[in-house]
């Protein structure tokens, strides 16, 4: 019966929406559209074709069956092979620095850094370090400057497919295909709205406060839902309205026992999300302080919240720096340890799944409808392998060359 009122309500809406164009469509754009998927079909079709036929041997004794080229799945593998180039020609360097820590009146640990940073001259690193262990003692540090501003963090905007994605991939180890799959089954299960959607805004006549009392009924979500309803909820952020679908938001309450497992973490994520979006930004005390061990100068910096706002539904958003002690000019502070580390540059990591995604997005790759398909498409056929923890895409032999074959030759990178 849900189903069937859902969908009656989706038909009235589709036919007012008909009925309210102020423009007929453009044919012209109809006709790209078409042309596009042709174009695509025959391209992939083409070189998928050149590519078997030209290494039939090769890839028979490799156990494949066909070398497959399209004009998205290609830029996809493409991102990978490019990111693996980079750590492959990365050449680590040594360095060193002077690391301290401070205790506040509680007994805390505080890390703090040196300003000269990384010294890549071990020898001038060393005398430094030693000069405050002899002449100074490196017991105290004297505050020397403080700056105290006031800082906002935003609440989210609303939910696209892209930004499901990749927290799908980020936060829960999940594939992109896997992801939608699951994003689609809440859809269809009437928990969610569609969830195929490029808008990050709602339009002006949604109805929030259905939603939320809806939502009253949530067992874990329920309480804030009915605080909003009672204190008032904030209008969301300005967006993207791409005029397809709204941001992906709950229909209703899921009791417990009805979600498990992944398809329980994307419903919540879907929930939580929806609920700080509505919800006051979070505002914090920044402090950043400039202290003098010897003559030497270290800074720390911190925030310390003030109004949590939407961090009370998302605790995790909340930024990484810890709260600090928050010191005047003047004061002294106890040294636990000052010593020499050494170090050394580190190479960038392979591309993770939410990398990918982020990068196809920018370039124009795909689709937020077909984005998973192509990623899955060059796991299945070999030509990245995932590695955990992440999900890092790392490009396979095989896929090292389907990408350099098309654009330089590398002895190294040959069929078996």
């Known amino acids: 019966m849900y189903r069937a009122k859902f969908s009656s309500i989706a038909t009235k809406d589709i036919v007012a ?3 309210g ?26 070189f998928s074709r050149f590519q078997t036929n030209r290494l ?39 360095y060193w620095r002077v690391h301290a820590d401070i205790v506040d009146d509680t007994g805390k640990i505080h890390s703090i850094k040196w300003c000269r940073g990384k010294i890549f001259d071990k020898s001038a690193c060393s005398v430094i370090h030693q000069r405050l262990q002899m002449h100074f003692g490196a017991k105290e540090a004297e505050v020397m400057a403080v700056k105290k501003e006031p800082l906002k963090q935003v609440r989210p905007q609303g939910l696209n497919t892209i930004k499901l994605l990749k927290v799908g991939s980020q936060s829960f180890g999940l594939s992109a295909f896997e992801t939608m799959k699951i994003a689609e089954h809440l859809y269809l299960r009437g928990y969610t709205t ?19 009392v809806s939502l009253k009924e949530h067992d874990d979500y329920g309480a804030y839902a009915s605080g909003l309803l009672k204190n008032g909820y904030q209008k969301p952020r300005a967006g993207v309205d791409a005029g397809d679908h709204p941001p ?11 979600l498990r497992g992944a398809e329980e973490r994307i419903y ?59 010191y005047s000019v003047g004061d002294i502070v106890d040294v ?10 580190e190479a960038p990591g392979y591309l993770t799944e939410s990398d990918l995604i982020a990068q196809m997005e920018k370039h124009g790759i795909g689709t937020d409808a077909s984005i998973p398909t192509h990623i899955s498409n060059i796991i299945e056929r070999n030509y990245v392998t995932v590695k955990e923890p992440g999900r890092r895409l790392v490009p396979t032999q095989l896929g090292n060359a389907m990408v350099k074959g098309y654009c330089e030759i590398d002895p190294e990178l040959v069929l078996p």
């Open 17 to 19: 929406a008909f009925e």
């Open 21 to 46: 164009l102020h423009h007929l469509p453009n044919y012209n754009e109809s006709l790209s559209v078409d042309a596009r998927q042709v174009l695509d079909l025959k391209i992939g079709v083409a």
């Open 56 to 94: 039939v041997n090769s890839i028979k004794r490799a156990g494949i069956r066909m070398l497959t080229y399209g004009p998205c799945q290609t830029p996809t593998l493409g991102f990978c092979v490019d990111q693996a180039e980079k750590i492959k020609k990365f050449v680590p360097e040594p």
């Open 194 to 212: 569609y969830p195929r959607t490029e808008s990050t805004t709602f339009s002006n006549n949604f109805n929030f406060k259905e939603v939320l």
């Open 248 to 258: 992906i938001t709950p229909v209703r309450a899921a009791r417990a026992g009805e």
């Open 268 to 326: 919540e994520y879907i929930t939580t999300n929806f609920l700080a979006c509505i919800s006051k930004d979070a505002t914090y005390q920044g402090v950043r302080c400039e202290l003098l061990i010897g003559d030497e100068k270290f800074k720390m910096k911190g925030q310390n919240v003030r109004e949590p706002g939407f961090l009370e539904i998302m605790p995790w958003q909340q930024h990484a720096d810890k709260g600090v002690p928050e």
């Open 336 to 345: 636990k340890q000052l010593k020499m580390i050494e170090a050394r540059t």
